[in-house]
C-alpha cells in the first residue's frame, strides 16, 4: 500500500491556460473521488468513479472541468481555460468498496495556483 | 446534501481528553457517520467511522448518541500533533460531503 499519489504536487498557469491533474489511487480500489479545496473550507465533492464509469459529477461542476479514469486505475483531471477562480488544492480520495461503510484515503494534492 | 453542525474551533490542553461534538439531526437509518482529520498542507485523513454502537481504535473513539442525532469523537490524550481540522460526515448515498469542520488547537 504506497496511499494515493497525486502529481504534480504545485501547478502555477497563466489565466486561459489548460491544466491537467493525475491520481494514481491504491492499488485495486475501486471507487476514486475528486475534490477541490479553498483557503478556510472543507473540501468540496466534484465527481467521483466506480472503476471507469464516472457515476456522478457535482452540480457545481463547470463545463470547462472533465475528469477520466479510462482503464479504471488511475485518473485524470483536465480544466479547460483556467479562471483564477480554479485557484484551489485538488485532492483525489480513492476507496475499495461501497463508501458508505469504507473510509476514504487521500493524496495529498494539487495545489493550482492560476495568475 | 446530509449536512452536519460543528463548532468553528475548539481548544484543548495537551496530554487532556478532547470530545469533538457534532450534530447530524437529518441523519437517516442507513447513513454511516465518519470523521476525518486534516493536518495543514496535506489531504484528509480518516480517523474512525460508525453506524449505531461506538467504536474505538487506536486513534480515537466514536460515541453515538441513542437516536444518532449527534455524535462525539474523543481524542483520550491529546498531542501537539493532534492539532488540526476535524470533519464530521454524515455519508449519504456513497458520497463523502465536507463541511467546515472544527480547528482544534491544542495548548502546550
Known amino acids: 500500500d504506497t496511499g494515493v499519489s497525486q502529481n504534480p504536487r504545485h501547478k502555477i498557469t497563466k489565466r486561459g491556460q489548460n491544466v491537467t491533474f493525475r491520481c494514481d489511487p491504491i492499488?485495486?480500489?475501486?471507487?476514486l473521488y475528486w475534490y477541490r479545496q479553498t483557503l478556510g473550507q472543507g473540501p468540496e465533492f466534484l465527481t467521483y468513479?466506480?472503476?471507469?464509469?464516472?457515476?456522478?459529477k457535482s452540480r457545481l461542476l463547470s463545463d470547462r472541468f472533465s475528469a477520466e479514469r479510462p482503464k479504471g486505475s488511475f485518473s485524470t483531471l483536465e480544466i479547460q481555460r483556467t479562471e483564477q477562480g480554479d485557484s484551489a488544492m485538488y485532492l483525489c480520495?480513492?476507496?475499495?468498496?461501497?463508501?458508505?461503510?469504507?473510509?476514504?484515503?487521500f493524496g495529498n494534492g494539487t495545489r493550482l495556483t492560476v495568475t | 446534501d446530509a449536512k452536519t453542525t460543528q463548532p468553528n474551533s475548539m481548544e484543548s490542553n495537551e496530554e487532556e481528553p478532547v470530545h469533538l461534538p457534532c450534530n447530524h439531526s437529518?441523519?437517516?437509518?442507513?447513513?454511516?457517520i465518519h470523521w476525518y482529520r486534516q493536518l495543514p498542507s496535506q489531504g484528509p485523513e480518516y480517523v474512525i467511522h460508525?453506524?449505531?454502537s461506538n467504536v474505538n481504535n487506536r486513534m480515537a473513539s466514536l460515541a453515538i448518541a441513542e437516536d444518532r442525532k449527534s455524535s462525539t469523537l474523543i481524542l483520550h490524550r491529546a498531542t501537539l500533533r493532534d492539532a488540526a481540522v476535524y470533519y464530521c460526515?454524515?455519508?449519504?448515498?456513497?458520497?463523502?460531503?465536507f463541511g467546515k469542520g472544527t480547528r482544534l488547537h491544542i495548548l502546550p
Open positions: 460508525g453506524l449505531t
Open positions: 437529518t441523519i437517516s437509518g442507513t447513513d454511516y
Open positions: 460526515i454524515q455519508n449519504r448515498d456513497d458520497k463523502i460531503i
Open positions: 480520495a480513492s476507496s475499495p468498496l461501497r463508501g458508505g461503510h469504507s473510509p476514504l484515503h
Open positions: 492499488s485495486e480500489h475501486n471507487r
Open positions: 468513479f466506480q472503476n471507469e464509469a464516472q457515476l456522478e
